[in-house]
């Protein structure tokens, strides 16, 4: 065990979080996933597993120590119920709030459709399977960057001599 980190982030897990860069996409999905298919074109290239658990939980567990995007409009995508893309079931309300919780502020999910879900998750860097039994406890999160309160940006556009 270590201190402050969520004992559901196994090494394998961590190692793929930290190992991402700004921009990199990660899934979070279901059981009913096809994630090993998917997984072997990401960066990682087999799945991985927090397993017992539902999505939210599996969402909070990353979140508490992946930061979201702020650079774009969407860091935070749900695949779209089929045929009632405005449906958000109550899988995808539980892991809202688990975004909202760890971001501090009201992120909200973009809905992808199915197939398109699909191809995006191939690109992503990894994919991560949970024990959630429900339909459309599927997530893909952009990771973003912490920058240092110690080293402010230079905004000067002025190269080091």
Do not use: W
């Not at 809202?96 to 009201?106: G, I, L």
Request: charged share 25%; with cysteine; aromatic share 6%.
């Amino acid at each position: 065990m270590l201190k402050h980190l969520d004992p559901l982030l196994n090494a394998d897990v961590l190692h793929a979080l930290r190992a991402m860069g700004h921009g990199d996409e990660l899934v979070i999905c279901d059981a009913n996933f096809p994630a090993d298919s998917v997984a072997r074109a990401t960066i990682v290239g087999k799945p991985l597993r927090i397993d017992g658990v539902d999505s939210a939980r599996a969402v909070r567990a990353v979140l508490s120590v992946l930061p979201l995007d702020t650079y774009v409009e969407s860091p935070a995508m749900r695949m779209e119920v089929v045929g009632d893309p405005y449906t958000l079931p109550v899988v995808q309300r539980e892991a809202q709030a688990e975004v909202d919780r760890a971001e501090t502020r009201k992120v909200l999910f973009a809905p992808i459709e199915r197939h398109a879900f699909y191809a995006r998750a191939r690109k992503a860097y990894c994919v991560i399977v949970t024990g959630e039994t429900r339909g459309y406890g599927c997530f893909i999160f952009a990771k973003g960057v912490i920058l240092s309160p110690d080293a402010p940006l230079d905004t000067s556009g002025k190269a080091d001599a």
